[in-house]
């Protein structure tokens, strides 16, 4: 009885220690890049709202309220903040055309700049699990962090995105280059809540087609 009690107090360590190296954050969302030519998500929704930026002025919004498309009546409100709106004449967006939305620059490295957040609610009665983006000129330092009452969730970089490609070859990779930088659109899926995106950079992050919504089905794309 003694040596089976033993035992079961080994297994119990051992499994606590499995579970100190499980990766939380792989646990609490699945990303995927969509294929090289997609501008949007592939998966499926329940609702699912897009934020184009194309009815903004280029200039910086300290706060703008999107419902995402959908109208005053749809089920979708997000409050970004330190929102920088550019046109594609001054850098890039989708398809290089229309507005796109830039995260504001560093100043210098001893004096930055407030991160753009955006905080969401839904009047559904299915919560918000989906979050996607597509993303433009990946640069060092970029970065998505997630999070559900002020409380970090998920956080993905350019390093975890060219990891990715990297992982099905060159010539993988190379589909999404654009002058030497990646381009894509990506799919974050959450079995986890999540009330707020905050988006960090270095120097100056470039997004567009911010997508918000209940996935039902996941899209395609590499993990």
Not at 57 to 74: C, D
Not at 186 to 207: A, C, G, L, P
Request: net charge neutral; glycine share 8%; charged share 20%.
């Amino acid at each position: 009885m003694a040596s089976q009690r033993i035992c079961l107090f080994a297994f119990l360590a051992a499994v606590e220690i499995l579970i100190g190296l499980v990766n939380v954050d792989a646990l609490n969302a699945t990303v995927l890049i969509e294929p090289a030519w997609r501008r949007e998500s592939s998966a499926k929704f329940g609702y699912v709202g897009i934020e184009r930026f194309d009815s903004l002025a280029a200039q910086r919004h300290p706060r703008y309220v999107s419902r995402f498309g959908l109208g005053s009546s749809g089920p979708i409100t997000g409050t970004y903040s330190n929102l920088v709106i550019e046109s594609v004449s001054h850098y890039e967006g989708v398809d290089r055309c229309g507005m796109y939305a830039t995260i504001p620059h560093i100043r210098s490295s001893s004096t930055p700049l407030a991160p753009c957040t955006l905080r969401l609610r839904s009047t559904s009665s299915t919560l918000i699990n989906f979050f996607g983006f597509y993303w433009t000129v990946m640069k060092p330092h970029d970065a998505v962090t997630f999070y559900n009452n002020g409380v970090e969730v998920f956080k993905f970089t350019e390093r975890n995105a060219t990891n990715i490609l990297q992982d099905y070859g060159t010539e993988e990779l190379e589909k999404y280059l654009i002058e030497g930088k990646v381009w894509c659109f990506i799919s974050f899926y959450f079995n986890i809540r999540f009330d707020r995106v905050k988006f960090e950079q270095h120097s100056r992050m470039e997004t567009d087609n911010h997508m918000v919504g209940h996935f039902t089905h996941r899209g395609e794309g590499f993990s």
